[in-house]
């Protein structure tokens, strides 16, 4: 699989970009891939004054400033992509300054739309693991990766708190409410042991082979219960999206959601901070919704 084909996966499964999102995306890192190849580039051997060299490319071309900023969006995003994954050792393209700024406002779902997600698996040993997933991208915050990513021993229902390996194998501790941990513990008990068999795992997550769940199949099961309940465009990412925006409606603080979340720098945080409210009526647990569950 090339990286280009990669990334695009990845923002399905991750990121839970709309068709037409990735379809952008893909438009405009082609033209950077064919630019590379009319200048008998490879990835691996281009710089910040390529890039910079590209844009005045795209300039000249007639593309408005507000394409080129898309452009210039993409080429991060992609960079950052391959710096993640170990396919290259810098992001060029992080300090290249942007003709125009472009906020984009993440898919947030109401309590409601949650709640009914999550009305849909049922107590089978498969529908305890599915609500689980769903219950943890919600309730804790954690990315799509992050979640399939976990072991049995990085939850503590003891104590209420799960560690996760986030971007750049930052570990972080979330912490986790009431009907998280009840989940976990009856998954744990009465859901994956069925599952697992004889098989040894240590991953917390597994399929119906008793090994680790992939991204794609978690993405999977969100989107199959979302359809059930009649709740459109939903990725994984939206319930980490909801979890950000529901905790802020009930008060939290800024740096603590930031913390929660992973984010290296609390301007990445702030754009919950600019969506709309409306729909977020049911706060309880003083910041999260799930964590005073009757």
Request: proline content about 3%; overall charge positive; glycine content about 6%.
């Amino acid at each position: 699989m090339d990286h280009l084909l990669e990334f695009l996966n990845y923002l399905l499964v991750e990121k839970g970009l709309s068709r037409n999102s990735r379809m952008a995306y893909e438009r405009d890192l082609r033209k950077y891939l064919d630019y590379l190849a009319s200048e008998n580039k490879t990835i691996d051997e281009a710089d910040s004054d390529f890039i910079t060299a590209f844009l005045d490319h795209l300039k000249k071309i007639g593309l408005s400033p507000a394409s080129r900023a898309r452009n210039i969006s993409a080429l991060r995003s992609f960079y950052k992509f391959l710096l993640l994954e170990g396919y290259l050792s810098e992001n060029i393209a992080s300090d290249i300054d942007s003709p125009v700024k472009i906020k984009y406002l993440p898919d947030v779902l109401s309590i409601e739309e949650v709640e009914k997600i999550l009305s849909f698996p049922d107590d089978s040993p498969t529908g305890k693991r599915d609500r689980l997933i769903i219950e943890l991208l919600y309730s804790a915050g954690i990315r799509v990766s992050e979640l399939v990513g976990l072991d049995v021993g990085d939850v503590d229902i003891d104590s209420g708190y799960l560690t996760c390996t986030g971007k750049g194998s930052k570990q972080r501790v979330v912490p986790l409410g009431r009907v998280a941990i009840e989940a976990t513990s009856d998954y744990q008990q009465n859901g994956r042991p069925h599952i697992l068999k004889k098989i040894v795992e240590k991953a917390l997550i597994i399929n119906t082979r008793g090994t680790r769940l992939s991204r794609q199949s978690c993405w999977k099961v969100v989107k199959r219960y979302a359809k059930r309940a009649g709740v459109k465009d939903v990725y994984p990412h939206s319930l980490r999206h909801s979890f950000a925006t529901h905790l802020l409606a009930g008060g939290a603080d800024l740096r603590a959601v930031q913390e929660m979340l992973g984010h290296s720098s609390i301007n990445t945080t702030q754009i919950y901070t600019s969506l709309s409210r409306q729909d977020l009526k049911e706060i309880y647990s003083e910041t999260h919704p799930r964590a005073r569950k009757r």
